[in-house]
């Protein structure tokens, strides 16, 4: 068993998090938001506040030395608001005080004269509506396509065709951790930031951009993050921004930490999806055609939607061979809560949809899921919609599915599913199972590069600096035991860094379950810089070898003479000889493309496929869900640990039900209903079924010991394998999510 590095710190309270740091002479800050969805801003009036006793400084708009907009890929996001504000979480103005209490209570002294404004309240309506950014020609953020075949001919050959349509919600995050920052300005004009954010190089660049100081000038150091799924990228990096402007301007350390209020409120949520399906069926059962569309609410700021919508549209027929496709995907502004970045990265919304239709399309060609699915999926050298040829990596779609599927006793239990008839009892049970499979990295839609700084000192101890980071995820120990099996050595030698964008290269965002492929690819690369900067002093010390020296049980040992040496005592020569055993290793992503003007090419290096089983009871009287069993089979390359990979699988499953069952959050005319956890329902402990991991190993040539990726890919599936079992329970489909108690009664009632 491999031990967590990071576990004891966490367990017992000692891990130290953004909002334990206090310094020297450090003041507070709060944030003022808006009032409406939508509204031009007249005038702000602070004197009231800045004369209230243990106010240090209001800041508006007017004072951000630099721009005042921001943004990864548009810079649409406002540091704060100038003449407008776009949705209920924008902030005005921010209070620096002496203690947070006093801040706050400041906010109520600032008068804001507004002038409301008709919010978009729908991606639907903002199509046609005037564009929510006067720099913009329309409202559509991005439209990404996929063209292939022929569709109408396709549709020609075909003996049914079936249309649905899908939809899923807002949801939430639910990170333990609000967003909290501090930033502390430096003698020689710089700053410092230090914070719980997942992405501390765009931390960097929106804080540069926003104080106008050069990258080099802006240092931001990750502290332990409490949570994150995603969604610690561009609000903490605004959050960390605005610190940083009241550091500089007030010469202080600044801490800003937001109540649970102020952090649902203000930050992003998983887009809602609205998905249009068809698809024609050959007599045999096959796919012969497919059009889909996708429409993503985007909120008032691009943040990352064409990434978002971009991964669904090259994924979109699901693991299944369609020869005619045609795909339509587009993000559009609205004035509701921005949506970004979360687990899954926009496929659960897909998955769901998909998923859920494929079933419906088996009914419809008179079979049952699993056979229609085992007729269409993707085979071994298959070509896709995209013109991509799998042939680099083993397709397993049909393996996991099998393994799954047999686990949970598929064959026996599918037959006595209810379909409406409720027991004596008034339990209706049904079993149901989804499938898919996942570009792994971030593909054609970034640069996928790392890097990894590995300095071992005279002692033998190890320094490691990655640039991905920890979010929760269990990085640190993957990259130590990557570290500690190449070069030998046990892992309690190794002492991982936590992120310091002064110290370590930009190696991009830690998304896209691409943490431990890129970043264990670079320490790989570190150690061969290491193994061969010792090679001349072991051929002193072992004698010389034609093959490379062994790394194993803190020796290296020369396969040719026998001969070994401790690690301790080889290193110790190295450094004797003023040898720095300081590498930089590197890793840069096999080569991808994409055609966005017809949607084609190789657009991820490699895949992973995955198929997650339930079986629930669902209560006639009540509409109540009961999820009994999960069984889930993920094919993961190699995995590097696999007591984390299991709890990794366990986790997104339970976040699964959170967006199938109870999840949303709610607006009323723009305005978030949902801003704690008394109404914004999580699952709870109690709500965990038992669940059972199986780890599928075809170790890639693309990752560090033959590994992928699993993080994302467990938390895609459940909705629809949940939507399915329902549907098998219950006799009625639901194509909208969450699937509430609520909803199961009254279709129940009204069959």
């Known amino acids: 068993m491999v031990k967590r590095i990071d576990a004891y710190e966490k367990v017992t309270g000692k891990a130290i998090y953004a909002d334990d740091l206090k310094f020297d002479r450090m003041c507070y800050a709060a944030p003022l938001h808006s009032e409406y969805a939508s509204a031009k801003i007249l005038d702000i009036d602070t004197s009231r506040a800045l004369a209230f006793k243990g106010v240090i400084e209001v ?39 002496e203690s947070a209490e006093i801040a706050r209570k400041a906010l109520s002294l600032i008068k804001v004269d507004y002038k409301p404004l008709k919010p978009i309240l729908s991606p639907q309506d903002g199509l046609n509506a005037k564009p929510v950014h006067d720099f913009q020609k329309n409202n559509v953020v991005e439209h990404f396509k996929v063209r292939h075949g022929d569709t109408k001919k396709g549709y020609k050959a075909c003996e049914s065709i079936v249309e649905e349509d899908f939809e899923t919600q807002f949801i939430e995050h639910s990170y333990m951790e609000p967003e909290s920052c501090i930033a502390i300005p430096n003698p020689d004009g710089s700053v410092t930031v230090h914070g719980g954010m997942q992405h501390p190089f765009t931390t960097r660049r929106y804080t540069a951009k926003a104080t106008g100081l050069p990258l080099a000038k802006v240092q931001i150091i990750q502290t332990t993050l409490g949570g994150g799924f995603g969604g610690r990228d561009d609000t903490i990096a605004v959050i960390c921004a605005r610190a940083a402007i009241l550091a500089l301007k007030v010469n202080r350390p600044v801490k800003i930490t937001y109540t649970r209020d102020e952090s649902m409120r203000e930050s992003y949520k998983r887009h809602p999806f609205f998905t249009k399906y068809k698809a024609g069926i050959d007599k045999n059962g096959k796919f012969k055609a497919m059009d889909v569309d996708f429409l993503a609410d985007a909120g008032p700021y691009c943040a990352v939607s064409p990434f978002v919508i971009w991964r669904p549209t090259v994924q979109c027929t699901g693991p299944y061979i369609v020869p005619n496709v045609r795909c339509d995907s587009r993000a559009v502004y609205t004035n509701n809560t921005p949506t970004g970045a979360m687990r ?36 071994q050298g298959v070509t896709t919609h995209t013109e991509q040829k799998f042939d680099k990596h083993k397709v397993s779609i049909e393996e996991v599915t099998d393994k799954a599927l047999k686990e949970i006793d598929w064959k026996k239990k599918f037959k006595i599913c209810s379909r409406g008839k409720p027991d004596k009892y008034d339990y209706l049970f049904g079993i149901g199972f989804a499938t898919s499979y996942r570009g792994v990295s971030l593909g054609a839609e970034g640069n996928d590069f790392c890097s990894a700084l590995v300095n071992i000192q005279p002692d033998a101890s190890i320094l490691l600096e990655v640039g991905v980071s920890e979010n929760g995820q269990g990085l640190k120990t993957a990259m130590v035991r990557i570290l500690a099996g190449e070069l030998g050595v ?174 949303q959050v709610r607006h009323k005319d723009g305005i978030i209903q949902d801003v704690n956890f008394n109404t914004y329902k999580i699952p709870r402990s109690i709500d965990a079924p038992e669940m059972t991991a199986i780890l599928v190993e075809n170790p890639d040539p693309a990752g560090p010991w033959g590994a992928k990726s699993l993080g994302e890919p467990t938390n895609e599936l459940m909705g629809a394998a949940v939507a399915n079992a329902i549907y098998y329970a219950t006799g009625v489909r639901f194509k909208k999510t969450p699937i509430t108690s609520d909803d199961i009664k009254k279709a129940i009632c009204s069959k």
Not at 61 to 84: C, F, H, K
Not at 370 to 377: A, G, P, T
Request: hydrophobic letters at 40%; aromatic letters at 8%; a positive charge.
């Open 344 to 379: 899954g990265f926009g496929t659960p919304q897909q998955v769901f949809a998909n998923e859920s239709f494929v079933d419906i399309c088996a009914e419809k060609a008179g079979m049952d899921p699993l056979k229609f699915r085992k007729l269409n999926f993707f085979r």
């Open 59 to 97: 800041i508006t708009a007017d004072d951000v030395p630099g721009s005042i907009r921001v943004g990864g890929l548009v810079p649409d996001q406002y540091v704060l608001s100038d003449r407008e504000v776009r949705f209920y979480g924008d902030v005005v103005a921010l209070v620096v005080a």
């Open 490 to 663: 046990e892992d309690e030698r190794i002492h991982f860094i936590d992120t310091d964008t002064s110290s370590i290269p930009d190696g991009g965002p830690t998304v896209a379950s691409r943490g431990t492929l890129v970043g264990g690819n670079a320490v790989v690369d570190a150690a061969k810089g290491i193994r061969k900067m010792m090679r001349p002093v072991l051929k002193e010390l072992i004698g010389a070898s034609k093959k490379q020296y062994l790394y194993k049980s803190g020796k290296i040992k020369n396969p040719d003479t026998k001969k070994s040496v401790s690690f301790e005592k080889a290193v110790l020569a190295c450094h004797n000889k003023k040898m720095y055993l300081h590498a930089l290793g590197t890793f840069s992503g096999p080569d991808v493309g994409w055609d966005e003007t017809r949607g084609r090419g190789n657009a991820y290096f490699t895949y992973v496929y995955a198929c997650q089983a339930c079986e629930l009871t669902v209560n006639a009287k009540t509409g109540k869900v009961k999820v009994g069993k999960v069984v889930a089979a993920h094919e993961v390359g190699k995995s590097i640990n696999p007591q984390m990979s299991v709890g990794q699988i366990f986790g997104g499953i339970v976040m699964g039900l959170g967006f199938a069952l109870t999840e």
